[in-house]
């Protein structure tokens, strides 16, 4: 909750109140809070306090994005806020319905899937793919905004075509028409898999029942395959 909030404003609204546009590229955080994403034509972007938004037009601020939520004198009460904003809309990870047994045995095949279950990335860019390879042992790859060509590399050297969702160690991958793989999460057995939503700083690496995350998933026009890691 900056003090400084980004908005969405037409230029000619900008010239008459006297706002300056501000071109610069926006940060992943800012861009992930305020869902500012591309660049709508007929659109520039201001930077305001609270009191400044108010001047702008209703239907200007009514057009924006994301709400816009600001900071108070209580600080223990902007925290609980945010975790409402976290929290809402979306599924709760099951990684504490895990049993330590069941953990050892998923170690044996995704080695820090422990570890990365209900945890939250320290920013924004650490992406599904970077989630997949992180659990299954490849170092640093949790913390990055992995690309589809090194999931790719990847998921050719450590796994060959099959697996079923009841498998632990079965990768699925969703793919668009053009054949881009968009999305992958990786089964723990049990009923249970592990993914990353999306790669904004408000997405943890969650565990959800299979079904739960393959609904959670689905999008018109993707298909979704399967690979077995080669060592489960």
Known sequence: MPTRQPYRVPPPVADRLGLQLDPAPLSMEVR???????????QGLVWLTRTESRRLP????????AAHRWPTTDVAADVARTIRHVASGRRRSRHHEVAPAGWRRIARVLPYARDLAGSFPECSGPNC???VMGAAGVSGAAERWMQREPFEEWLAASSVPGGTDA?????????SVDGLVQHAAVTLGDGRALHKP????MSPTKVLTTTELKFSARTPGH???RHRLIDS
């Open 167 to 175: 498998d632990l160690g079965t990768v699925l991958v969703w793919r």
């Open 198 to 201: 999306s790669q904004g700083w």
């Open 32 to 42: 992930d809070s305020f869902w500012l994403y591309g660049s709508p034509a007929g």
């Open 129 to 131: 793919f970077g989630a």
């Open 223 to 225: 298909r979704l395959e």
């Open 58 to 65: 209703r239907e200007v601020r009514r057009a924006q994005p």
